[in-house]
Protein backbone atom coordinates (compact mmCIF):
# COMPACT_ATOMS: atom_id res chain seq x y z
CA UNK A 1 0.00 0.00 0.00
CA UNK A 2 3.20 2.32 0.73
CA UNK A 3 3.74 1.66 -3.20
CA UNK A 4 0.86 2.30 -4.31
CA UNK A 5 0.36 5.58 -2.22
CA UNK A 6 3.24 6.97 -3.91
CA UNK A 7 1.61 6.81 -7.10
CA UNK A 8 3.11 3.25 -8.47
CA UNK A 9 0.75 0.23 -9.75
CA UNK A 10 1.02 -2.85 -7.49
CA UNK A 11 0.36 -6.38 -8.19
CA UNK A 12 0.05 -8.03 -4.56
CA UNK A 13 -0.16 -11.98 -4.92
CA UNK A 14 -0.27 -14.48 -2.29
CA UNK A 15 1.12 -18.04 -2.53
CA UNK A 16 -0.85 -18.82 1.08
CA UNK A 17 -2.85 -21.82 -0.01
CA UNK A 18 -4.69 -21.07 3.14
CA UNK A 19 -5.84 -17.80 1.46
CA UNK A 20 -5.62 -15.60 4.08
CA UNK A 21 -5.05 -12.49 1.77
CA UNK A 22 -8.50 -12.63 1.22
CA UNK A 23 -9.17 -12.48 4.99
CA UNK A 24 -6.58 -9.60 6.20
CA UNK A 25 -8.52 -7.66 2.97
CA UNK A 26 -11.58 -8.72 4.29
CA UNK A 27 -12.51 -9.49 0.69
CA UNK A 28 -13.49 -13.12 -0.80
CA UNK A 29 -12.14 -13.96 -4.18
CA UNK A 30 -13.81 -16.67 -6.61
CA UNK A 31 -12.82 -19.78 -6.11
CA UNK A 32 -14.61 -22.03 -8.72
CA UNK A 33 -13.67 -25.22 -9.01
CA UNK A 34 -11.47 -25.74 -12.17
CA UNK A 35 -10.85 -21.79 -12.94
CA UNK A 36 -7.92 -19.94 -12.47
CA UNK A 37 -8.66 -17.23 -9.75
CA UNK A 38 -8.23 -14.00 -11.67
CA UNK A 39 -6.82 -10.34 -10.63
CA UNK A 40 -9.04 -8.10 -8.99
CA UNK A 41 -8.54 -4.61 -8.26
CA UNK A 42 -9.22 -3.32 -4.80
CA UNK A 43 -8.04 0.52 -4.52
CA UNK A 44 -6.47 2.46 -7.25
CA UNK A 45 -3.28 1.60 -8.28
CA UNK A 46 -3.55 -1.90 -6.20
CA UNK A 47 -4.22 -4.80 -7.31
CA UNK A 48 -4.50 -8.54 -5.60
CA UNK A 49 -4.96 -12.23 -6.62
CA UNK A 50 -4.49 -15.14 -4.37
CA UNK A 51 -2.92 -18.12 -6.94
CA UNK A 52 -4.84 -21.77 -6.43
CA UNK A 53 -1.74 -23.82 -7.20
CA UNK A 54 -4.18 -26.81 -7.68
CA UNK A 55 -6.33 -25.03 -10.46
CA UNK A 56 -3.42 -23.96 -11.94
CA UNK A 57 -1.85 -27.78 -11.81
CA UNK A 58 -5.14 -28.22 -13.63
CA UNK A 59 -5.05 -26.16 -16.37
CA UNK A 60 -1.37 -26.48 -17.04
CA UNK A 61 -1.74 -30.22 -17.15
CA UNK A 62 -4.76 -29.85 -19.72
CA UNK A 63 -2.09 -28.12 -21.63
CA UNK A 64 0.06 -31.08 -21.46
CA UNK A 65 -2.09 -33.82 -22.05
CA UNK A 66 -3.70 -32.09 -25.35
CA UNK A 67 0.27 -32.08 -26.54
CA UNK A 68 1.35 -35.29 -25.98
CA UNK A 69 -2.27 -36.71 -27.32
CA UNK A 70 -1.23 -34.22 -30.65
CA UNK A 71 1.67 -36.58 -30.66
CA UNK A 72 -0.10 -39.59 -31.84
CA UNK A 73 -1.42 -42.64 -29.61
CA UNK A 74 1.07 -45.50 -29.05
CA UNK A 75 0.78 -49.08 -27.30
CA UNK A 76 3.48 -48.78 -24.34
CA UNK A 77 4.07 -46.51 -21.38
CA UNK A 78 2.08 -44.29 -19.30
CA UNK A 79 -1.42 -42.80 -20.50
CA UNK A 80 -1.60 -39.12 -19.13
CA UNK A 81 -4.91 -38.86 -20.35
CA UNK A 82 -5.75 -41.65 -17.36
CA UNK A 83 -4.07 -39.09 -14.39
CA UNK A 84 -6.32 -36.80 -12.47
CA UNK A 85 -4.00 -33.27 -12.14
CA UNK A 86 -5.24 -33.94 -7.61
CA UNK A 87 -2.64 -37.00 -8.14
CA UNK A 88 0.24 -34.89 -9.11
CA UNK A 89 -0.15 -32.75 -5.78
CA UNK A 90 2.04 -35.26 -3.82
CA UNK A 91 4.77 -34.62 -6.16
CA UNK A 92 7.62 -32.44 -4.67
CA UNK A 93 7.98 -29.18 -6.02
CA UNK A 94 4.83 -29.47 -8.69
CA UNK A 95 2.88 -26.52 -7.00
CA UNK A 96 5.22 -24.43 -6.08
CA UNK A 97 6.78 -24.38 -9.34
CA UNK A 98 3.49 -23.59 -10.87
CA UNK A 99 3.27 -20.44 -8.92
CA UNK A 100 6.30 -19.23 -9.03
CA UNK A 101 6.27 -19.38 -13.26
CA UNK A 102 3.05 -17.31 -12.56
CA UNK A 103 4.36 -14.80 -10.50
CA UNK A 104 7.71 -14.83 -13.39
CA UNK A 105 5.03 -14.17 -16.11
CA UNK A 106 3.26 -11.26 -13.69
CA UNK A 107 6.81 -10.09 -13.54
CA UNK A 108 7.52 -10.04 -17.48
CA UNK A 109 4.08 -8.46 -18.35
CA UNK A 110 5.31 -4.98 -17.08
CA UNK A 111 1.86 -3.91 -15.95
CA UNK A 112 2.45 -2.98 -12.84
CA UNK A 113 5.66 -0.93 -11.59
CA UNK A 114 6.07 -3.28 -8.43
CA UNK A 115 5.36 -7.01 -8.02
CA UNK A 116 4.83 -7.59 -4.50
CA UNK A 117 4.70 -11.67 -3.34
CA UNK A 118 2.62 -12.46 -0.15
CA UNK A 119 4.46 -15.68 0.82
CA UNK A 120 3.84 -18.54 3.13
CA UNK A 121 5.62 -19.32 6.48
CA UNK A 122 9.84 -19.30 6.36
CA UNK A 123 9.93 -22.98 6.04
CA UNK A 124 7.11 -23.38 3.29
CA UNK A 125 8.74 -20.22 1.87
CA UNK A 126 12.49 -21.67 1.62
CA UNK A 127 11.00 -25.28 -0.27
CA UNK A 128 9.10 -22.31 -2.83
CA UNK A 129 12.77 -20.59 -3.65
CA UNK A 130 14.18 -24.28 -4.01
CA UNK A 131 12.03 -25.40 -5.80
CA UNK A 132 13.58 -24.29 -9.14
CA UNK A 133 17.08 -25.21 -8.76
CA UNK A 134 16.01 -28.75 -7.57
CA UNK A 135 13.57 -29.33 -10.62
CA UNK A 136 16.57 -28.14 -12.94
CA UNK A 137 19.33 -30.05 -11.50
CA UNK A 138 17.00 -33.31 -11.65
CA UNK A 139 16.40 -33.11 -14.98
CA UNK A 140 19.87 -31.74 -15.53
CA UNK A 141 20.61 -35.20 -14.29
CA UNK A 142 17.96 -37.43 -15.21
CA UNK A 143 17.54 -36.05 -19.11
CA UNK A 144 20.34 -33.82 -20.21
CA UNK A 145 20.09 -31.69 -22.82
CA UNK A 146 21.71 -33.70 -25.39
CA UNK A 147 19.51 -35.99 -24.86
CA UNK A 148 15.96 -33.91 -25.04
CA UNK A 149 17.91 -32.65 -28.25
CA UNK A 150 17.99 -35.97 -30.10
CA UNK A 151 14.58 -36.56 -28.94
CA UNK A 152 13.27 -33.75 -30.65
CA UNK A 153 15.02 -34.87 -34.30
CA UNK A 154 13.80 -38.49 -33.44
CA UNK A 155 11.41 -40.80 -35.32
CA UNK A 156 9.39 -40.98 -32.13
CA UNK A 157 6.54 -38.12 -32.71
CA UNK A 158 5.60 -38.54 -29.27
CA UNK A 159 9.02 -38.42 -27.74
CA UNK A 160 9.84 -35.78 -29.42
CA UNK A 161 6.37 -33.44 -28.59
CA UNK A 162 7.17 -34.38 -24.92
CA UNK A 163 11.12 -33.49 -25.30
CA UNK A 164 9.75 -30.10 -26.44
CA UNK A 165 7.50 -29.74 -23.81
CA UNK A 166 9.78 -30.38 -20.95
CA UNK A 167 12.06 -27.82 -23.00
CA UNK A 168 9.85 -25.54 -22.26
CA UNK A 169 9.33 -26.35 -18.57
CA UNK A 170 13.00 -25.70 -18.09
CA UNK A 171 12.81 -22.50 -19.87
CA UNK A 172 10.41 -21.13 -18.10
CA UNK A 173 12.04 -22.26 -15.02
CA UNK A 174 14.80 -21.28 -15.25
CA UNK A 175 13.65 -17.77 -16.18
CA UNK A 176 12.30 -18.27 -12.40
CA UNK A 177 15.58 -19.18 -10.97
CA UNK A 178 16.83 -16.13 -12.62
CA UNK A 179 14.50 -13.64 -11.54
CA UNK A 180 14.59 -14.64 -8.17
CA UNK A 181 18.68 -14.51 -8.17
CA UNK A 182 18.72 -11.21 -10.00
CA UNK A 183 19.07 -8.81 -7.14
CA UNK A 184 18.54 -5.67 -9.55
CA UNK A 185 15.21 -7.01 -9.46
CA UNK A 186 13.88 -9.02 -6.88
CA UNK A 187 14.76 -8.21 -3.01
CA UNK A 188 12.89 -9.71 -0.01
CA UNK A 189 11.59 -8.71 3.13
CA UNK A 190 11.73 -10.80 6.22
CA UNK A 191 8.63 -10.63 8.85
CA UNK A 192 8.84 -11.59 12.13
CA UNK A 193 7.68 -10.48 15.60
CA UNK A 194 9.95 -9.43 18.73
CA UNK A 195 10.63 -12.96 20.32
CA UNK A 196 13.64 -14.79 21.32
CA UNK A 197 12.84 -17.61 19.23
CA UNK A 198 11.96 -15.52 16.34
CA UNK A 199 14.99 -14.06 16.38
CA UNK A 200 16.85 -17.49 16.33
CA UNK A 201 14.38 -18.34 13.25
CA UNK A 202 15.54 -14.75 11.76
CA UNK A 203 18.55 -15.77 11.94
CA UNK A 204 18.39 -19.14 9.68
CA UNK A 205 15.83 -17.34 7.18
CA UNK A 206 18.83 -14.95 6.78
CA UNK A 207 21.39 -17.60 6.07
CA UNK A 208 19.25 -19.54 3.75
CA UNK A 209 18.81 -15.96 1.34
CA UNK A 210 22.31 -15.96 1.85
CA UNK A 211 22.93 -19.54 0.69
CA UNK A 212 20.48 -19.36 -2.03
CA UNK A 213 21.46 -16.02 -3.18
CA UNK A 214 18.34 -14.33 -2.35
CA UNK A 215 18.85 -9.89 -1.96
CA UNK A 216 17.62 -9.60 1.69
CA UNK A 217 16.32 -6.07 2.23
CA UNK A 218 15.06 -5.19 5.45
CA UNK A 219 13.93 -7.35 8.67
CA UNK A 220 10.71 -5.78 9.85
CA UNK A 221 9.70 -6.55 13.57
CA UNK A 222 5.53 -6.61 13.81
CA UNK A 223 3.35 -5.97 16.47
CA UNK A 224 5.97 -4.49 18.88
CA UNK A 225 4.38 -2.27 21.85
CA UNK A 226 3.97 1.48 21.38
CA UNK A 227 5.35 3.72 23.88
CA UNK A 228 3.02 4.35 27.41
CA UNK A 229 3.51 7.77 29.08
CA UNK A 230 5.18 6.96 32.26
CA UNK A 231 2.63 7.06 35.48
CA UNK A 232 2.15 10.09 37.38
CA UNK A 233 2.57 8.80 40.56
CA UNK A 234 4.89 7.03 42.44
CA UNK A 235 5.74 3.66 40.27
CA UNK A 236 5.04 1.24 43.23
CA UNK A 237 1.61 2.40 43.44
CA UNK A 238 0.83 1.81 39.04
CA UNK A 239 -1.57 -1.18 37.93
CA UNK A 240 0.35 -4.64 37.83
CA UNK A 241 -0.92 -4.00 34.11
CA UNK A 242 1.39 -0.63 33.86
CA UNK A 243 4.71 -2.26 35.33
CA UNK A 244 3.77 -5.81 32.79
CA UNK A 245 3.92 -3.46 29.93
CA UNK A 246 6.58 -1.56 30.17
CA UNK A 247 8.56 -4.73 31.38
CA UNK A 248 7.27 -6.56 28.17
CA UNK A 249 8.10 -3.74 25.84
CA UNK A 250 11.87 -3.49 27.25
CA UNK A 251 12.12 -7.54 26.31
CA UNK A 252 10.63 -6.88 22.86
CA UNK A 253 13.72 -3.93 22.54
CA UNK A 254 16.18 -6.05 23.79
CA UNK A 255 15.15 -8.79 21.09
CA UNK A 256 15.29 -5.70 18.42
CA UNK A 257 18.64 -4.70 19.48
CA UNK A 258 19.94 -8.35 19.09
CA UNK A 259 18.28 -8.46 15.86
CA UNK A 260 20.07 -5.29 14.76
CA UNK A 261 23.66 -6.29 16.13
CA UNK A 262 22.70 -9.91 14.43
CA UNK A 263 22.04 -8.31 11.03
CA UNK A 264 24.52 -4.89 10.57
CA UNK A 265 23.86 -4.89 7.22
CA UNK A 266 20.55 -5.15 6.92
CA UNK A 267 17.61 -2.55 8.13
CA UNK A 268 15.49 -3.43 10.54
CA UNK A 269 12.04 -1.65 10.70
CA UNK A 270 9.19 -1.63 13.41
CA UNK A 271 5.48 -2.17 12.76
CA UNK A 272 4.07 -1.17 15.89
CA UNK A 273 0.95 -3.17 17.50
CA UNK A 274 -2.55 -1.39 16.63
CA UNK A 275 -4.41 -2.71 18.97
CA UNK A 276 -6.91 -4.02 17.25
CA UNK A 277 -6.47 -6.44 14.69
CA UNK A 278 -5.89 -4.64 11.06
CA UNK A 279 -8.32 -6.37 8.95
CA UNK A 280 -10.03 -4.50 6.17
CA UNK A 281 -8.20 -2.15 3.36
CA UNK A 282 -8.76 1.05 6.02
CA UNK A 283 -7.10 -0.69 8.75
CA UNK A 284 -3.95 -1.92 6.59
CA UNK A 285 -3.61 1.06 5.27
CA UNK A 286 -3.07 2.91 8.35
CA UNK A 287 -0.58 0.42 9.38
CA UNK A 288 1.26 0.72 5.90
CA UNK A 289 1.43 4.33 7.72
CA UNK A 290 2.86 3.26 10.75
CA UNK A 291 5.78 1.20 9.33
CA UNK A 292 6.89 4.16 7.09
CA UNK A 293 6.95 6.95 10.42
CA UNK A 294 8.89 3.84 12.51
CA UNK A 295 11.04 3.42 9.54
CA UNK A 296 11.92 7.43 9.69
CA UNK A 297 12.06 7.14 13.66
CA UNK A 298 15.41 6.66 15.04
CA UNK A 299 14.51 6.32 18.55
CA UNK A 300 11.75 3.84 17.86
CA UNK A 301 12.74 1.77 14.76
CA UNK A 302 17.00 1.10 14.47
CA UNK A 303 17.99 1.56 10.97
CA UNK A 304 20.72 -0.44 10.66
CA UNK A 305 22.55 -1.12 7.46
CA UNK A 306 22.64 2.20 4.88
CA UNK A 307 24.75 1.14 2.26
CA UNK A 308 22.58 -1.35 0.03
CA UNK A 309 25.13 -1.53 -2.33
CA UNK A 310 26.83 -3.73 0.73
CA UNK A 311 24.10 -5.45 0.97
CA UNK A 312 24.21 -6.70 -2.55
CA UNK A 313 27.97 -7.30 -2.36
CA UNK A 314 27.50 -9.36 0.35
CA UNK A 315 24.37 -11.26 -0.48
CA UNK A 316 25.34 -11.78 -4.41
CA UNK A 317 27.08 -14.56 -5.71
CA UNK A 318 30.64 -16.33 -5.28
CA UNK A 319 33.24 -14.77 -6.04
CA UNK A 320 36.87 -16.72 -7.24
CA UNK A 321 39.99 -15.31 -7.61
CA UNK A 322 43.91 -16.51 -7.81
CA UNK A 323 44.77 -16.43 -4.36
CA UNK A 324 48.38 -17.44 -5.13
CA UNK A 325 50.75 -19.37 -6.68
CA UNK A 326 51.25 -20.57 -10.87
CA UNK A 327 50.51 -23.29 -13.15
CA UNK A 328 49.81 -26.68 -10.70
CA UNK A 329 51.24 -24.34 -7.47
CA UNK A 330 48.01 -22.03 -8.02
CA UNK A 331 45.62 -21.76 -5.42
CA UNK A 332 41.62 -20.88 -6.08
CA UNK A 333 39.72 -19.17 -3.19
CA UNK A 334 36.21 -19.49 -3.39
CA UNK A 335 34.50 -16.49 -1.84
CA UNK A 336 30.55 -15.98 -0.79
CA UNK A 337 28.63 -14.32 2.23
CA UNK A 338 27.31 -16.92 3.65
CA UNK A 339 26.59 -15.71 7.79
CA UNK A 340 25.80 -19.44 9.24
CA UNK A 341 23.84 -19.26 12.73
CA UNK A 342 25.22 -22.69 13.66
CA UNK A 343 28.73 -23.64 12.14
CA UNK A 344 28.23 -27.24 13.05
CA UNK A 345 25.44 -27.58 10.28
CA UNK A 346 27.96 -26.52 7.69
CA UNK A 347 28.23 -29.41 4.98
CA UNK A 348 30.17 -29.21 1.76
CA UNK A 349 30.24 -31.61 -1.46
CA UNK A 350 31.46 -32.29 -4.16
CA UNK A 351 29.65 -33.44 -7.26
CA UNK A 352 31.24 -33.03 -10.42
CA UNK A 353 31.28 -29.48 -11.45
CA UNK A 354 29.06 -28.82 -8.82
CA UNK A 355 29.68 -27.85 -5.33
CA UNK A 356 27.00 -28.72 -2.79
CA UNK A 357 26.82 -26.51 0.43
CA UNK A 358 24.80 -27.30 2.89
CA UNK A 359 24.12 -25.02 6.31
CA UNK A 360 20.98 -24.20 8.93
CA UNK A 361 19.23 -26.93 7.05
CA UNK A 362 19.12 -25.44 3.67
CA UNK A 363 21.43 -26.60 0.76
CA UNK A 364 22.49 -25.03 -2.21
CA UNK A 365 23.64 -27.37 -5.52
CA UNK A 366 26.14 -24.76 -7.01
CA UNK A 367 28.26 -24.62 -10.43
CA UNK A 368 31.54 -24.24 -10.12
CA UNK A 369 33.57 -21.59 -12.04
CA UNK A 370 35.01 -23.39 -15.09
CA UNK A 371 38.86 -22.72 -13.84
CA UNK A 372 37.60 -24.67 -10.31
CA UNK A 373 36.48 -27.37 -12.44
CA UNK A 374 39.56 -28.78 -13.31
CA UNK A 375 40.89 -28.62 -9.56
CA UNK A 376 40.57 -30.48 -6.12
CA UNK A 377 39.02 -28.70 -2.72
CA UNK A 378 41.86 -27.86 -0.72
CA UNK A 379 40.82 -26.45 2.25
CA UNK A 380 37.49 -24.58 3.40
CA UNK A 381 36.75 -22.46 6.28
CA UNK A 382 33.98 -20.06 8.07
CA UNK A 383 36.00 -16.70 8.62
CA UNK A 384 33.88 -13.50 9.40
CA UNK A 385 30.43 -14.00 7.80
CA UNK A 386 32.11 -15.67 4.88
CA UNK A 387 32.22 -19.59 3.53
CA UNK A 388 35.80 -19.70 2.11
CA UNK A 389 36.57 -22.43 -0.32
CA UNK A 390 40.10 -23.00 -1.80
CA UNK A 391 40.88 -25.29 -4.77
CA UNK A 392 44.36 -26.53 -6.43
CA UNK A 393 44.67 -28.03 -9.65
CA UNK A 394 44.27 -31.63 -10.42
CA UNK A 395 47.35 -32.77 -12.04
CA UNK A 396 45.15 -34.78 -14.61
CA UNK A 397 43.21 -32.58 -15.67
CA UNK A 398 45.35 -29.17 -15.38
CA UNK A 399 46.77 -28.08 -18.69
CA UNK A 400 50.64 -28.33 -18.47
CA UNK A 401 52.45 -25.20 -19.89
CA UNK A 402 56.45 -24.35 -19.76
CA UNK A 403 55.82 -22.34 -16.76
CA UNK A 404 52.91 -24.25 -14.95
CA UNK A 405 55.00 -27.68 -14.62
Known amino acids: MSYARAGQTVLLASLDQAHSLGDALNFRFPHDPGTVTGITRVLPGLDVIEVDSLALLEDRFRDVTRMLSAGGAHDHGIDLAALDPAELTGLPGVQELLMLVEIAQFADENEWDVVVVDCPPSADMLRIVTAPDTLLGYLERVWPPHARAMSTIGTDLRRAVLAATVDRIVKAVGEVRDLLA ?18 AE ?46 RRAEQFDVIEALGKAMRDIPVLIAQHTGAEPVGL ?14 SDAETAPMLGDNPAEV ?16 LHSVYAMRMHLPVVDPATLR ?17 RLR ?3 VLRRCTVDDAELDSGYLVVRFRPDPDVWPLTPEGR
Open 182 to 199: DHDRTGARLVTVAERVAL
Open 202 to 247: SGRVRSAAALLGLRLDAVIVNKVLPPMPEPSGPAEEAHPAVHWYHN
Open 312 to 327: RTRSGEPVVRLESGTG
Open 282 to 295: GSLQALSFGVDSAA
Open 348 to 364: LGRVEDDLIVGADGVRR
Open 368 to 370: LAP
